[in-house]
């Protein structure tokens, strides 16, 4: 009998150190998950059979529910009425099978070996089966809510005012919304956790706009669209209408506060200036002298050319004062009882500048012109017809010219452009060491002319330029002649008497005579010149051939002609009372010039 017992002890003994070997990393006989037995399975492999058989969204509808859960707008909200559904594991359901595999895993596995064997015991005699719990996973229910926030976000609008034709239409603002998500997470947790029933209701939050009201801007709108600008000057009024008005004006936002804007109406500058700049073509003209002509037998004063004011509308100073007055009618409001007022408010004077010429016909009476103050004289005998022409061009730029005391006298400035289409005709002139053809030949027989009454009327020589060489046609006497080239050799005098100087020329082509003669008041003095002084005589070198294949062989031409060269000295004596108050000296350095002829190479056949 004891050898029995001792038998089935011993029998039992291996039997459970078996069973403890065989089972000691892997979970003990009679554990199951939800029926599924898992006994003799490691953690990894139960985890993983777990997965497979209730995993699938199949096995946690089974599980867990087998309707999609309803997604909605609040039916409160205007146009809220849209819906959506969603399974339980969109909305972030998930279960977590590691857990109840490792609970598992430690049934019949306990630091006491009493406690181990009394599970092991309690699990093959009864079973232990366990259960699973629901999991939510946020990251899961934030995909979804990213997908589902732009199907229902409305974003706020702002105020805004816009104009057509010349009505000023305002939009007010709206607020938007956005789905806010922490709220969401917590209604999405609690339904998928509680395995509830019922729609789930969609959390939002206000979205303020950036432009809340738009009433000022469109009374200032209206307000500068009230009436028609008139603009005035001068007697002339010009309309800028209501509908040119409303292409001007520019509705733009302005900080407000904080994290705010506000719309302000306005007019765009630069598109007003643009529109003034075709007023200012109509407006805008040079100041322009008087010329007058004197008339020595009557010492008669007649005007030949009238004065003009200058004026001048500069586009950007004008928009901005109608601008800044537009702008502060606006500021006032957009309407008037009296409309007559508005109109009267809405009138604003252009900011021309104006400029009176130097010689107005205004101040005719004051110029003191009522004698010959100074004559100059020159002879232009034997001159070419294209050379006659230019001189009498040239003279006529300067009929009735006045000089106001003080003023400097420039020939430059009234001859103008020496150029054919004013009237010039070719004729010889210095150019470089030539002597050529171009426009513009006898202009200089006018500015010495000029300068021999400048000279002889005691003026003040300003600038004046000498001729490279000697011309026939300027004496005598040597010494007084005047060259110009535009705009880098003038001639220029001073008027230092105490009235204004008229300059009257006369063209005597029967005696081939040129005269300047200048009225005024005559001073107090008179001038004389001494002989002209010649020295440093340098005689010209040998004429120089050059042949031309353009003339037929055997013909010479002359083009230039011989000069000796000198440096002659001129002197002036101002006297007054008799008595000699100032000497002058005019000097002048001719350079020789050689005689040039041209050789024919032509052969004719």
């Known amino acids: 009998m004891l ?5 089935v002890l011993f029998s039992l003994l291996i039997l459970f150190g078996a069973y403890e070997f065989i089972y000691r990393d892997r979970i003990i006989l009679g554990v199951s998950v939800q029926g599924q037995s898992v006994s003799g399975m490691t953690r990894a492999q139960a985890s993983q059979f777990l997965q497979s058989k209730f995993g699938s969204p199949d096995a946690i509808r089974a599980r867990f529910g087998g309707e999609p859960i309803v997604v909605r707008e609040d039916d409160s909200r205007p146009g809220g009425k849209r819906v959506w559904r969603a399974w339980p594991w969109e909305l972030g359901l998930r279960t977590d099978f590691a857990p109840v595999a490792e609970q598992a895993a430690r049934l019949g596995h306990r630091d006491s070996w009493l406690d181990s064997l009394a599970e092991q015991a309690r699990c093959i005699w009864a079973d232990c089966d366990l259960g699973i719990d629901a999991q939510f996973d946020e990251h899961i229910a934030q995909a979804y809510l990213s997908w589902l926030a ?6 706020a609008r702002d105020a805004r005012v816009r ?4 009505r000023v239409i305002a939009t007010p603002a709206q607020n938007g919304r956005d789905l806010d998500g922490a709220v969401m997470l917590e209604r999405m947790r609690a339904r998928v956790l509680a395995n509830s029933r019922g729609d789930l209701v969609l959390a939002f939050r206000e979205t303020a706009p ?9 009374a200032q709108a209206e307000a500068l669209l009230a009436a028609p600008v008139m603009l005035t000057f001068g007697g002339r009024t010009w309309a800028l ?3 040119a008005l409303a292409a001007m004006i520019v509705i733009q936002p302005q900080p407000d506060t904080p994290g705010k804007l506000r719309l302000v109406a306005s007019i765009d500058r630069t598109q007003l200036s643009a529109y003034l700049k075709t007023m200012a073509r109509e407006i805008n003209q040079p100041a322009r002298d008087a010329r007058l002509r ?4 009557t010492s008669a004063l007649t005007p030949i050319v009238t004065s003009q004011y200058g004026q001048i509308l500069d586009p950007e100073a004008a928009a901005k004062q109608i601008e800044q007055q537009l702008m502060a009618r606006a500021a006032r409001g957009p309407g008037m009882a009296n409309p007559l007022e508005t109109i009267q408010a809405r009138t604003i004077g252009l900011p021309v500048s104006v400029t009176k010429p130097a010689i107005a016909l205004e101040d005719m009476a004051k110029f003191g012109i009522k004698e010959l103050v100074a004559q100059g004289v020159s002879n232009f005998r034997g001159s070419a017809a294209g050379r006659i022409q230019n001189i009498r061009t040239a003279t006529e730029q300067f009929d009735g010219i006045v000089v106001p005391p003080g003023g400097v006298f420039s020939f430059d400035q009234f001859l103008g452009d020496v150029v054919e289409a004013n009237g010039y005709d070719d004729a010889y002139i210095i150019f470089a060491d030539r002597t050529v053809l171009g426009p513009g030949g006898g202009v200089c027989q006018v500015s010495s002319t000029v300068f021999r009454a400048a000279f002889f009327g005691g003026l003040p020589i300003v600038e004046r ?6 011309v026939g046609y300027y004496e005598p006497p040597i010494g007084l002649d005047a060259t110009v080239f535009a705009p880098s050799v003038d001639f220029k005098f001073k008027n230092d008497t105490d009235a204004y100087l008229l300059i009257q020329p006369k ?3 029967k005696n081939y005579t040129l005269t300047f003669s200048f009225y005024g008041t005559k001073p107090n003095r008179t001038v004389e010149m001494e002989e002209p002084i010649m020295e440093n005589v340098m005689p010209h070198g040998p004429a120089i051939y050059t042949d031309d294949p353009t003339l037929k062989k055997g013909v010479t031409k002359q083009v230039d002609f011989a000069h000796d060269g000198a440096d002659v000295t001129v002197w002036r004596k101002i006297l007054v009372n008799g008595q000699v108050v100032k000497r002058e000296k005019f000097f002048s350095r001719y350079e020789p010039w050689v005689a040039r002829y041209l050789v024919g190479t032509k052969v004719v056949k």
């Not at 050898?3 to 038998?7: D, E, G, K, L, R």
């Not at 732009?150 to 974003?155: D, G, K, L, S, T």
Request: proline share 8%; aromatic share 10%.
């Open 465 to 470: 330029w000498a001729h490279a060489y000697r």
């Open 3 to 7: 050898y029995v017992i001792a038998s």
């Open 163 to 166: 104009i057509e034709g010349v």
């Open 294 to 297: 004197f008339d020595p037998t």
């Open 241 to 243: 209408d209501q509908a």
């Open 150 to 155: 732009p199907q229902v976000a409305q974003p």
């Open 507 to 509: 063209l005597d082509l």
């Open 210 to 218: 950036l432009v809340a009201n738009a009433d000022a801007a469109q």
